[in-house]
């Protein structure tokens, strides 16, 4: 048994995917709590001091989200979630626009499954949509991307920081490229947001979907940036009694937006330290991972990354299996929200990677609360799964069931 | 983590009401209950895990357990299936997810629908209600006669503002006699009077986790499992399809344990009438001319509508929360705005009365204390409107 095992024996298992969540930071919590118990009122009940009281901490949380990506507080539109945030971009702005006649929106194939259901939605409403291909890096082909906008074209929607592979699109320029042609800019920034600066000013973005619970937040709650000038306009997808502008009814869940402006305000004091230490980190995990098992490969752009992100392909290795052989581990295969089906990551054989090895690859999240001691029990356990895997073979028999 | 119960006087957010050592009275139920203790606990034992649902892995496969168990504890309540059970961010999504789900039908709601739902399909055909408050059967089965093509009917369990109970087992049986679903936004009901899904013979219902003890920011809706429900937000294929996004794991749990003692809630109800009776027939001997709405008609045993003659609503609410007395001006999603009841309107109530309408809403933990309060702020507040009008 080597040492980063020995010392973690009994321990719970390692968690290396805060892609899919990350677990609530003690300090959003404890921001949280008070507002659960005795400051109950409801934010829209502004006849009474608990509703009062209520409402502030709202607008406080309101400010440190918009503070984050340097926006302006009145941009803010709280939802439930990044996937509802990607429901209300894709398909508000879309229908907002029909009445101009426009009706079109280009995103790319390796979007986030909820972007690409949003646009076929909309497509069965009779709309348009270009589902865009990637480079093998996984980033955008600028110059195909402007290609594919036309007269109609009322959005283009390109994921910040990919939940997959973690690479980093060029959002500044996809952002300058919008802007020249009058066409909407939304990027699913659930990933990106609190983990590398996000400013909507210089990346000329004017929807962005925010999610709680990617950023040491709670669940259940999320935002969509909505510019102001020049206006981005939207069509509601929840309608009742006019909260958040009209944009979203609904009444406000005072804890959970309190939760997740304290998550932001924490993101943005720590993103600079944490950044380096998780790239620290990332590296000394992807530096032991080639030394012991030099055949494995980086899946998407080295460079443009998400410092706690990785995404690797153990040739010859079902990641099922590996996973299975690595119980002290919770990694996962790609997104939670496809866990459960079968078929290797549509993501990966977006990239060009053949069906074996998508199937052999496993995501890699590193997070604010991941030491150097579970890294290095995470490369000790993974190099004794694949090289135990490998030598018994499960590869030739397990490649009929991946 | 363990926490203090909820307590309704330790505000420490309220240090104007601590420093001044006033009682204050929360009478503003039907906007928001406290949540209870226990669902305070489940969601602060949620809320630092850190599994997604989705995941396969053992955090993942934990929280998956969790929200099945409060997906039985939810159905439970309203005696629906587990499986009908669509977790939405709240009562408002739940009515719009039911109201735009099914495209192909045209839509008939009742005038005192909640906003959310007469917002949802703003083309929708008006059901009237009666001067009591009580949706007229009659107009709903010559609506649904006269135009054959597949129908929707939403009608609330309880009115909101006026908590008159709607005839929902007769308007389930109109609407399926004429092939049409039955939605019930039930938001007002579980935790104050039986609500039961299969014996109201609902297609579709809305319930929400903060009108019951829960955490706001969840609710659902029940929706059969065999009809075809359009989705409003598209996603990863959670909530069987029928609702895209991450589960709010820590809400749904809160949801589930509120949704427990809530079911066991009806044993305090007789006693929550009583405090409301009381206070109803206080303020009308204080004051003959007050005008109570809905009392014809069998209301939710929490909540009393009535209008101060001559003082408006506005006033009223600000008088008496100076006064340590919260209460509300009709419904919280629309009290930002000064505007007069739609609910009122629909029952046919002069405009003078309804200007003055005023909601007092009791819950599970109110005492004979707060209605003393309450009886007492409000005649004080009327001798001296009387005496300024004298």
Redesign the interface.
């Known amino acids: 048994m080597t040492a980063a095992i020995a010392r973690r024996a009994n321990q719970p298992p390692v968690y290396l995917d805060n892609q899919a969540t990350t677990p609530c930071d003690p300090r959003v919590l404890e921001a949280m709590l008070p507002w659960f118990t005795e400051k109950f009122g409801n934010p829209h009940s502004v006849t009474h001091p608990y509703g009062r009281e209520a409402e502030a901490a709202v607008e406080r949380a309101r400010a440190q989200l918009a503070a984050l990506v340097k926006a302006d507080p009145r941009e803010i539109v709280f939802t439930s979630g990044a996937t509802e945030s990607n429901n209300l971009a894709v398909k508000g702005a879309l229908r907002f626009h029909r009445q101009f006649g426009k009706d079109h929106v280009v995103t790319l194939v390796t979007e986030h499954k909820c972007v690409i259901e949003s646009c076929r939605a909309m497509e069965a409403e009779g709309f348009r949509a270009t589902y865009l291909p990637v480079e093998p890096s996984g980033l955008v082909d600028l110059e195909r991307l402007e290609k594919a906008i036309d007269k109609g074209t009322v959005l283009v929607s390109v994921m910040a920081a990919h939940n997959e592979i973690g690479v980093i699109q060029p959002l500044a320029e996809i952002g300058a490229l919008c802007r020249k042609h009058g066409v909407m800019f939304h990027t699913d920034a659930a990933q990106a947001v609190g983990k590398m600066p996000v400013d909507v000013e210089t990346m000329n973005i004017d929807l962005m979907s925010i999610s709680g619970h990617k950023i040491y937040g709670p669940k259940g709650v999320g935002a969509l940036y909505v510019r102001r000038r020049p206006r981005a306009r939207i069509a509601p997808l929840i309608d009742g009694g006019g909260q958040e502008r009209g944009l979203r009814s609904g009444t406000l869940p005072t804890p959970l937006c309190v939760g997740i402006g304290e998550a932001a305000a924490l993101a943005q004091a720590e993103m600079g330290e944490e950044a380096k230490r998780l790239l620290g980190l990332r590296q000394r995990f992807l530096a032991g991972i080639m030394r012991n098992l030099p055949q494995t490969r980086l899946n998407g752009d080295a460079e443009h990354r998400l410092p706690g992100s990785l995404n690797l392909s153990f040739p010859g290795v079902p990641a099922p299996a590996l996973m299975e052989a690595c119980p002290g581990l919770a990694v996962s295969t790609g997104s939670a929200c496809t866990a459960a089906e079968i078929e290797p990551s549509f993501v990966l054989r977006a990239l060009g990677i053949s069906g074996d090895l998508a199937a052999a690859s496993l995501r890699i999240g590193l997070g604010r609360f991941t030491t150097a001691d579970e890294v290095d029990y995470a490369v000790e356990t993974l190099t004794a799964g694949v090289k135990r895997l490998g030598a018994e073979g499960v590869t030739t028999a397990l490649a009929g069931t991946t | 983590?363990r926490?203090?119960a909820?307590?309704?006087r330790?505000?420490?957010?309220?240090s104007?009401?601590v420093m001044t050592g006033k009682r204050e009275t929360?009478l503003?139920w039907n906007?928001?209950?406290?949540?209870r203790a226990e669902a305070?606990e489940a969601?602060?034992r949620a809320?630092?895990?850190?599994?997604?649902p989705?995941?396969?892995?053992?955090?993942?496969r934990r929280a998956r357990q969790a929200i099945e168990a409060a997906r039985e504890s939810v159905a439970a309540l309203i005696n629906a299936a587990a499986e009908d059970v669509v977790f939405?961010?709240?009562?408002?999504?739940a009515?719009?997810l039911a109201l735009k789900g099914f495209p192909e039908r045209r839509v008939l709601v009742s005038a005192i629908e909640?906003?959310?739902?007469l917002?949802?399909v703003p083309e929708a055909t008006r059901i009237p209600v009666r001067p009591s408050g009580v949706i007229d059967l009659a107009a709903l089965e010559t609506l649904l006669a006269e135009d054959k093509r597949p129908a929707l009917v939403s009608v609330m369990f309880a009115n909101n503002e006026t908590g008159v109970i709607q005839p929902a087992v007769e308007i389930a049986r109109i609407a399926h006699a004429h092939h049409a679903v039955y939605h019930c936004d039930a938001v007002q009901g579980p935790g104050k009077a039986v609500v039961d899904f299969r014996a109201i013979g609902a297609d579709l219902m809305t319930i929400s986790a903060?009108k019951i003890g829960g955490?706001?920011?969840?609710g659902a809706l029940i929706a059969r499992n065999d009809l075809a429900l359009k989705?409003?937000?598209?996603?990863?294929?959670?909530e069987r399809g029928r609702r895209?996004?991450?589960?709010?794991?820590?809400?749904i749990v809160g949801f589930g344990a509120a949704a427990k003692l809530a079911a066991a809630e009806a044993s305090v109800m007789p006693r929550v009438a009583t405090l409301r009776d009381r206070a109803q027939h206080a303020l009308q001997a204080a004051a003959p001319a007050a005008k109570i709405f809905g009392v014809e008609a069998v209301r939710l045993p929490n909540t009393l509508c009535i209008a101060m003659p001559g003082v408006a609503a506005?006033t009223q609410?600000?008088a008496l929360?100076l006064g340590g007395v919260?209460?509300?001006?009709g419904?919280?999603?629309?009290?930002?705005?000064v505007t007069r009841s739609h609910v009122l309107d629909a029952m046919g109530v002069p405009r003078v009365e309804a200007e003055c309408a005023i909601r007092i809403t009791l819950g599970w933990s109110t005492e004979a204390a707060d209605i003393d309060h309450l009886i007492e702020a409000w005649t004080a507040l009327y001798a001296r409107s009387q005496a300024s009008a004298a």
Not at chain 2, 326 to 329: E, G, K, L, Y
């Open positions: 983590m926490r203090a909820p307590s309704r330790n505000s420490s957010g309220l104007f009401w929360y503003d906007a928001n209950a406290p949540m305070i969601v602060a809320l630092p895990l850190c599994g997604n989705s995941s396969v892995h053992r955090f993942g939405t961010s709240g009562g408002t999504e009515n719009n909640h906003d959310s739902v917002a949802a903060h955490p706001m920011g969840i989705p409003l937000v598209a996603g990863g294929g959670q895209g996004g991450t589960e709010n794991f820590p809400g506005a609410v600000m929360d919260m209460v509300s001006a419904a919280a999603c629309s009290a930002g705005k």
